[in-house]
């Protein structure tokens, strides 16, 4: 299952469908839309073998979508940082202008705006009335899938638990085609901190009392996003599938723009100046170790990356992943418990041997 995460790799680096744009983080990206992988869950747990994945951190993601979560300080206490940047921004202008961060950390990426982040997250963890007031990344995820918000016929606001009535739904009539769980809402993301890239799952089962989850995604960092979306949505199926007496089967991950970014400056430039080069040297890999080549190409030819966004470039990990053989799929159980009291412990992961960490940059 691994394969077919390297082969939608390869696909977006050498497909003629494939584009360079640039993105709206200031990174050049190499980008394919319309994609889609199916991980068949009887065969092991989804969860990426070329490169270490951090799992704490998918797991803790989870638990704090499943309870609703839109402030990060759960996400901090357990020393969870990939919502820190989006959490920091989503503030960042009234933190400033109530003098609590300087001027100089509005610029992405700077030193300022990296000593900003340690602090505010660090503040986060130790001040509870400050995490409460500015530890809010908005109605993302948790929030919309725990609390969605609408007004009935009669005026009058309501709320709605979609995960709830999507199990109790599950119980009484697996094989329904509504069992549709929503994590965008359009008004709410012109407030959030970023719009929802992971922004639906359908979930079907049949007589059989077999269940599959497909995610339609818009945005996908394919490097450093994607491996977490992938293992968090088949553990969410299996919770699903446990808490409505059903069995999990298929995992399907439908792609919008699946990309890797390129770093900004000179090195995105370069890239796109080489753009078909690299595209042609990747057609003509045949066995895994001539990634290495590739590889070998890039280091001697890119420019430096500039040293506040050092790590933004996934071109050369994902090469470098490209070069590794797939290992064993590991095996993960779940206590078959209500979804909104799971705690870590909870989550045993068996038989995981990655290849090596492969150390980036989140672009936020």
């Known amino acids: 299952m691994v394969k077919q995460y390297l082969d ?7 497909s003629e469908l494939t584009d360079f744009k640039g993105g709206s983080k200031g990174m050049g990206l190499i980008s394919l839309f319309g994609y889609q992988n199916r991980y068949d869950l009887k065969k092991g747990f989804p969860l990426l073998t070329t490169k270490k994945i951090n799992v704490n951190w998918i797991i ?34 009234k933190l400033v202008a109530e003098g609590i961060l300087p001027e100089s950390a509005l610029e992405r990426y700077s030193k300022d705006w990296e000593s900003a982040k340690e602090e505010y997250v660090q503040r986060i963890r130790e001040d509870h009335e400050f995490a409460e007031r500015w530890g809010e ?3 993302l995820y948790g929030s919309q899938w725990r609390h969605w918000k609408y007004v009935d016929d009669n005026g009058n606001p309501q709320e709605l638990d979609q995960i709830g009535t999507l199990i109790d739904s599950l119980r009484k009539k697996p094989t329904s085609k509504r069992s549709i769980v929503v994590g965008s809402n359009p008004g709410d993301n012109l407030t959030v901190s970023q719009p929802p890239c992971h922004i639906l799952f359908h979930v079907n089962g ?41 069995e999990p089967r298929y995992f399907i991950h439908s792609f919008g723009d699946s990309h890797f970014y390129t770093g900004d400056g000179e090195r995105a430039q370069w890239y796109k100046d ?16 001539d990634y290495l080549e590739v590889l ?55 038989g995981y041997d990655p290849h090596p960490y492969i150390k980036r940059t989140m672009a936020v």
């Not at 939608?8 to 050498?14: D, K, M, T």
């Not at 420019?303 to 290992?327: F, V």
Request: charged share 30%.
């Open 206 to 246: 049949n007589e059989e009392r077999q269940m599959d989850l497909q995610l339609y995604q818009r945005s996908c960092d394919m490097f450093l996003g994607v491996p977490f979306n992938i293992a968090s949505y088949a553990m969410l199926a299996q919770i699903i599938a446990q808490q409505a007496g059903l």
């Open 8 to 14: 939608h790799s390869r696909e977006i680096l050498a």
């Open 296 to 350: 070998g190409w890039l280091d001697k030819n890119l420019p430096k990356e500039r040293e506040e966004t050092q790590g933004m470039d996934h071109i050369t990990a994902i090469i470098k992943q490209l070069s590794r053989d797939p290992r064993q799929l590991p095996t993960l159980k779940i206590t078959n418990k209500d979804f909104d009291k799971l705690v870590i412990d909870d989550f045993t992961i068996k």
């Open 137 to 139: 990344v908005g109605r």
């Open 274 to 289: 080489h753009f078909s080069d690299l595209q042609e040297r990747v057609r003509e890999v045949r066995e895994r170790e």
């Open 60 to 93: 803790h993601e989870l638990i704090w979508f499943l309870r609703g979560g839109s402030n990060i300080k759960y996400l901090a206490d357990n020393k969870v940082n990939i919502w820190d940047g989006n959490a920091l921004d989503h503030n960042l202008r």
